[in-house]
């Protein structure tokens, strides 16, 4: 057995080095053998992830019903993956490892697009040694949307710096010909105990804002990226606040605001 | 080995228990069932998914993770995330707690590598650690039988398998740093990793 073949364990518990990670795949997409096993594995530690079980906190179900509320469904994978319906058994790469395979093409195809964007970040932080795992970070952050992959390439795309009261660092990136946009921030720091940050769109003018509409919640967190569920195009300012669990409908403490 | 005769006194654990295989069965049929309503948006399907799902899903993230409050984020990440992708699971391709856990498992990993210092982490595991790790998977389990079954494959692999295994898994290690903290070559540690794993395969019955 060559050596590439060895790697299924170490792919399957997300312990493969970078540098491995594309040379397996690349192996994984023409090995039937290696695909079975891979698909094997990961019903195997998903019966080993029986041995970590844990009550999640009480108020994580409300945050969670709260929060896929403001998200719609994808439908079915729309390309190159149609030989799911009725393919032969011993098609390569199946399963759970399919989502992750295709989530690392994907990852493959924006990564360029994704480190110009990033370059400044990843330049601040290689100086500690983790470029590498940043980079592989925010690769899994791409790859987790193409709507941020499309927003960033709008011809129309806006990035917005800010600092926010507590002094954390993050951008908002809209773009009004898509109607979306979204919040990010490579450390926000926690929104404290029983607090949640809430986005908003604003219309009119930014001294006197003639219409100030509640978006989504989010916690804070490394590589936080929130869209916002509301209309942009329409929008003249996008902005942040801290609220009380649940979120507001009206902001209850000073916003933290960008133009469109 | 504390087997309950009594189901469903414990609340909202997952149900099938003790029953075996067949119970495994039908509870794995039933989160098909409910992944499929879930891809029409029913959120009360998501609902009763989350209770049968969620301590395993939390459980993975915050062993990985040791910070309740980055789990509860990931762990929120993560079903998010199962919303959106709902109607991309086939079921003909594995089970429903495999694409669960697996994307639990890979979102924890990723957070961890980006947030944990290399120093801190070393220090945390350097080696007389790596047994209390280990240990620390053992403790405050409860005893279900099938987790007694899984703690019993476990036991079935040779030490340095189960270290590799556990290191990567619940530590969530890259392959080079498992082989750096156990002191072995890396070609050794990917062996033992995937042995282990056959291993706890074929102990445990699994089929894909």
């Given amino acids: 057995m060559s050596e590439i073949h060895g790697a299924t364990g170490s792919y399957v518990l997300h312990a493969l080095d970078p540098s491995e990670l594309d040379e397996f795949e690349a192996h994984l997409a023409v090995c039937p053998t290696c695909s079975r096993e891979v698909v094997e594995f990961c019903e195997t530690a998903a019966e080993l992830s029986q041995l970590a079980t844990a009550p999640p906190p009480p108020g994580l179900k409300a945050s969670v019903m709260t929060a896929i509320s403001g998200v719609r469904v994808l439908p079915p994978e729309p390309t190159g993956m149609e030989e799911q319906a009725g393919a032969p058994a011993a098609e390569p790469v199946t399963g759970a490892p399919e989502d992750e395979l295709a989530l690392r093409r994907q990852q493959r195809r924006t990564r360029l697009l994704w480190l110009a964007v990033a370059a400044a970040t990843v330049l601040a932080l290689s100086l500690g040694g983790w470029v590498v795992s940043l980079v592989q970070q925010q690769q899994a952050q791409v790859a987790t949307s193409t709507a941020e992959t499309q927003l960033y390439s709008a011809p129309d795309v806006v990035i917005r710096p800010v600092t926010l009261p507590n002094g954390a660092k993050a951008s908002f990136v809209a773009s009004k010909s898509l109607n979306r946009a979204m919040f990010t921030s490579s450390d926000l720091p926690s929104p404290g105990p029983d607090r949640t940050y809430q986005l908003w769109t604003l219309s009119g003018p930014a001294n006197a804002p003639t219409a100030v509409v509640p978006d989504n919640t989010l916690s804070g967190g490394t590589a936080v990226k929130q869209f916002f569920r509301g209309d942009i195009a329409g929008s003249t300012l996008v902005a942040i606040t801290n609220e009380p669990a649940g979120g507001s409908s009206v902001p209850t403490t000073p916003a933290t605001a960008a133009p469109l | ?208």
């Fill in chain 2, 1 to 208: 080995m504390n087997v309950r005769a009594v189901p469903g006194s414990g609340g909202e654990s997952p149900r099938p228990g003790p029953t075996g295989g067949t119970g495994r069965e039908a509870e794995a049929a039933h989160l098909v069932e409910l992944m499929a309503r879930v891809s029409r948006a029913h959120e009360d399907a998501f609902a009763e998914l989350y209770d049968l799902t969620s301590a395993r899903v939390y459980g993975t993230v915050l062993r990985v993770l040791r910070s309740t409050d980055h789990a509860a984020e990931v762990t929120q990440e993560v079903f998010v995330e199962v919303w959106r992708q709902s109607a991309r699971y086939v079921p003909g391709k594995g089970s429903v707690l495999a694409w669960m856990t697996t994307m639990a498992h890979r979102r924890a990993v990723d957070r961890v590598r980006a947030v944990t210092s290399e120093v801190s982490r070393d220090e945390r595991y350097a080696v007389s650690g790596i047994d209390r790790e280990v240990d620390h998977v053992w403790e405050g389990v409860e005893q279900r039988l099938d987790v007694e079954r899984v703690r019993r494959g476990m036991a079935s692999l040779t030490a340095i398998q189960r270290e590799a295994l556990t290191l990567a898994y619940f530590g969530g290690y890259t392959q080079s740093q498992v082989a750096s903290l156990l002191k072995l070559p890396l070609g050794t540690v990917k062996t033992r990793i995937r042995d282990g794993l056959i291993g706890l395969r074929d102990a445990l019955g699994v089929e894909a």
